[in-house]
């Protein structure tokens, strides 16, 4: 029962989206379209490439937000949250929980902040003093569960990131980081040079 109705309620969220949202997602994907949230934002994107699993919830931020997913990638049930660009490769494996940035979602400075609230209920939350920068995951990555990605990183071609590691700087490929903040633990061999 419970997955019929799942079925019916990701029906009807793809054909609200598709009035609302620039879709480009590949017929051979699966995604749980009803856990999209726009915020009342328009002009956003999301891309998908073929054969693709997608529990995430999607939550557009801003108006013309664009999140892209590749190939092949699985993104369980975890949080992108995007204001301008998130971008994740081919062959991706992202772990249940995961967080995902491309913004601080606040400004540093308290005086902005004291609106913040006010300004959400109201929706009017204003970006200008918030810091964004684009979130980029290489193909081959896999992210462990409870990790967390903040704005500005690239993940590198098929580097882990351990399971509840806080990523805060670019990882280079082939490496394994974990912690908070995460930190190499170890570099891998690439199968590619073996």
């Known amino acids: ?13 793809l054909y609200k989206l598709k009035k609302t949202i620039n879709l480009s997602v590949c ?19 999301l891309v998908i490439g073929q ?13 013309g937000a664009r999140i892209e997913i590749g190939s092949n990638t699985f993104v369980g049930p975890c949080t992108l949250s995007c204001a301008e660009s998130i971008k994740i490769g081919n062959n991706v494996q992202i772990a249940w929980g995961v967080i995902v940035f491309d913004h601080n979602s606040h400004s540093i400075d308290y005086n902005e ?27 081959d990555v896999w ?6 990605i903040l704005k500005g990183v690239t993940v590198g071609r098929a580097a882990i990131v351990g399971a509840g590691s ?5 990882i280079p490929e082939m490496s394994v980081y974990a912690g908070n903040p995460a930190s190499l633990v170890r570099k891998l061999d690439d199968p590619k040079n073996i």
């Open 51 to 63: 054969k693709s699993l997608v529990s995430a919830s999607l939550i557009y931020e801003k108006d």
């Open 27 to 45: 017929g051979s994907s699966r995604v749980e379209y009803y856990r999209v949230g726009l915020k009342k934002n328009q002009h956003c994107n």
């Open 1 to 13: 029962m419970i997955s019929i109705i799942k079925k019916i309620l990701n029906t009807y969220s």
């Open 166 to 170: 806080v990523v805060t700087k670019n």
């Open 113 to 139: 902040r004291r609106n913040d609230l006010s300004n959400t209920f109201s929706g009017k939350k204003t970006w200008t003093d918030v810091k964004i920068s684009q979130t980029v995951i290489e193909d």
């Open 143 to 148: 992210i462990g569960a409870n990790a967390v």
